[in-house]
């Protein structure tokens, strides 16, 4: 395992670069994002360790960040002031743009993995905004009315999106449709609803809304997200199959949970990071259930495989390496800390 500190600054948002699996980005804040400057750190993995390559000061927090899909040295920033920027690493100091349309802190940023001549924006102010970096102004907004804490592209469509709201809701967007009076909204899924119930098995009681704070679309399967934030639990549902209810519930966290990712590798597998101080990495079930064939009594089957307990404050940010050996990965949070470790390295006990 290999450690860096985000010395003065708490980590929220961490990524590996799509161009080099030696480069990460961090996205930082100080005083833990509630006052005072931010800080996007660019660091190297070197047989030596980890080292710094660039830094920028920012003069408001850094809440996320996305490497744009197009230039390998360009990464985008969301900050608590609501403005966007764009650095290039090759350059020093300055953003090469910046965008300030929303009205309060912009949470969430995303590239889009399939044009990659687009990006969005996600904001507390209640409205998701896609915008092409030539552009000076947002080329579209779409309004969730509620704090948005998390929005995406999907990774198998240019034109479709989805986002994750404080009022419980996960909603999806094909920017293909009418504007009209929906705004492109194709679906309103309420993640608390209890599933739907299964032969032979007592139905499962709906528990009362709370907070979605992430979200991500598996990467090999069409129309299957995951979501979790306050109460806990990890849901995967099938879009496709909105009406069904989620198709696995993963618990076991103690706190919230403030960011997930599916494996780039495995279609099963993906990891969480919590208030709980832990990351844990689990499987949703579904490569047992293909195996079980179709058993009318079967629902879910995911559970945790392991967990990386070494930080020493609220965890905010992972995300696993595109390259080379499939468990790779690397997690930021409150405790001024980057790890980058193995996730083979904690599956099977738990520890």
């Not at 750190?41 to 920012?58: A, C």
């Not at 058993?295 to 609220?314: A, C, I, Y």
């Amino acid at each position: 395992m290999l450690e860096y500190r985000t010395q003065g600054f708490n980590g929220y948002s961490v990524k590996y670069s799509p161009f080099f699996d030696s480069r990460i980005a961090v996205a930082a804040s100080a005083n833990f994002g509630l006052v005072g400057n931010g800080r996007l750190l660019i660091l190297g993995l070197t047989p030596n360790g980890i080292v710094t390559e660039k830094l920028f000061d920012t003069q408001d927090g850094l809440f996320d960040l996305t490497w744009s899909e197009s230039h390998e040295n360009q990464v985008l920033v969301a900050s608590g002031d609501g403005s966007i920027k764009l650095f290039d690493i090759a350059l020093s100091e300055f953003p090469i743009a910046s965008w300030s349309e929303h009205a309060r802190e912009v949470f969430s940023v995303h590239w889009n993995l399939v044009a990659k001549d687009t990006f969005l924006s996600s904001s507390w102010d209640g409205c998701i905004k896609i915008w092409n970096p030539n552009s000076s102004a947002s080329i579209a907004t779409l309004p969730t009315h509620s704090c948005t804490y998390s929005a995406e592209f999907s990774p198998h469509s240019p034109s479709v999106l989805s986002a994750v709201n404080s009022d419980s809701h996960l909603r999806l967007f094909d920017l293909r449709t009418p504007a009209s009076a929906s705004n492109h909204l194709v679906l309103s899924l309420p993640i608390h609803a209890s599933p739907k119930a299964m032969p032979g098995k007592a139905p499962m009681q709906a528990v009362p809304p709370s907070e979605a704070l992430t979200h991500d679309w598996n990467k090999y399967r069409d129309g299957v997200i995951a979501t979790a934030g306050v109460d806990r639990a990890i849901r995967v549902f099938d879009v496709r199959a909105a009406a069904q209810g989620p198709t696995s519930i993963l618990q076991g966290h103690d706190y919230a949970i403030r960011r997930l990712t599916w494996s780039p590798h495995l279609s099963d597998l993906l990891l969480s990071a919590s208030y709980d101080m832990t990351c844990r990495v689990w499987t949703d079930g579904s490569k047992e259930a293909e195996s079980a064939g179709p058993d009318p009594f079967f629902f879910g089957g995911g559970k945790e495989l392991g967990r990386m307990g070494r930080h020493t404050e609220f965890v905010t940010g992972v995300d696993w390496c595109l390259f080379g050996a499939e468990g790779w990965c690397a997690s930021c949070g409150w405790d001024e800390r980057l790890l980058v470790w193995d996730v083979r390295g904690i599956m099977g006990p738990q520890q």
